[in-house]
């Protein structure tokens, strides 16, 4: 079942990349999200990370494409809160990155996307990755607790890396979860639909991060005010969600996972 699933996910992939050339915005986040999506299911047993050099090296080509893009994005939407935000130095470094992803990776990268994925796809084949119950039950409870344990730290500082770890934790967990409940659920306190909202949180307070990260130099007293603002409340609602799905209630997230099998 779980081969399936990363089979199905791989074909997403083979796809996005044969559309890259005609939307390599739309073809870059597919691709990196359904490399997120297996990386978590790979850990759902041991020998899963026999497999993941390939889909790791793939993402790090990726990368700085998404980063560049969401750093357009972010100053959009700090423009569209605020028009005194708009700043034309800011504007002219953000265009002439190289990994604006409007811009197509070069011949290069793309031909190391292809192999990288063509690799993936033999190891796929040749290792059948079928873990039993008790082992997707070991790998959702180890990535709950590692969520659990993140989001502590986080709490007791939230600087950038402890809140990028956050988010990776509650991505993987989210993604895990997607696999065996499906992708949507209508119960808001469900630890899917938690998860979700959760993961879209600090997914938005990254960016922030990012940008803030990258343009320091060309950062005044408004932007930082304005960015520090929208980072303080989408922390509030980060850990009042965070509280929601963990809770200190283990019992209970655990109780829900055994029942599901």
């Known amino acids: 079942m779980v081969s399936q699933k990363m089979t199905s996910l791989n074909q997403d992939m083979e796809n996005a990349l044969k559309s890259i050339e005609m939307q390599p915005v739309m073809a870059i986040h597919e691709l990196r999200k359904r490399t997120k999506y297996i990386r978590a299911l790979l850990r759902f047993h041991p020998q899963g990370k026999a497999l993941q050099a390939s889909l790791k090296s793939l993402s790090n080509i990726?990368?700085?494409?998404?980063?560049?893009?969401?750093?357009?994005?972010?100053?959009?939407a700090c423009v569209t809160d605020n028009a005194e935000l708009r700043?034309?130095?800011i504007?002219?470094?953000?265009?002439?990155s190289s990994f604006l992803m409007e811009k197509l990776p070069d011949s290069a990268a793309l031909i190391t996307l292809h192999q990288l994925l063509a690799s993936f796809k033999s190891q796929l084949e040749g290792h059948p990755f079928d873990p039993s119950t008790d082992?997707?039950?070991?790998?959702?409870?180890?990535?709950?607790?590692t969520g659990k344990k993140a989001f502590k730290r986080a709490r007791q500082n939230s600087d950038f890396e402890l809140i990028h770890i956050w988010r990776k934790k509650t991505k993987q967990l989210w993604y895990q979860?997607?696999?065996?409940?499906?992708?949507l659920h209508e119960d808001p306190d469900h630890a899917l639909s938690l998860s979700h909202t959760l993961s879209q949180t600090?997914?938005?307070?990254?960016?922030l991060d990012v940008f803030s990260n990258s343009l320091t130099d060309l950062l005044d007293d408004t932007h930082k005010s304005?960015?520090?603002?929208?980072?303080?409340?989408?922390?509030k609602n980060a850990?009042?969600?965070?509280?929601r799905l963990d809770g200190g209630k283990s019992s209970t997230f655990y109780k829900m996972l055994v029942q599901s099998f």
Do not use: C
Not at 202 to 207: A, P, Q
């Open 62 to 76: 990726l990368a700085p494409y998404r980063d560049a893009q969401v750093m357009w994005d972010t100053y959009q």
């Open 87 to 89: 700043k034309i130095t």
């Open 91 to 96: 504007e002219d470094r953000l265009k002439k």
């Open 135 to 145: 082992h997707i039950y070991k790998g959702m409870k180890t990535s709950h607790q």
């Open 177 to 183: 979860l997607r696999f065996i409940f499906g992708d």
């Open 202 to 207: 600090l997914g938005d307070i990254h960016d």
């Open 226 to 235: 304005h960015l520090s603002g929208k980072r303080n409340h989408l922390l």
């Open 239 to 243: 850990i009042d969600t965070g509280l």
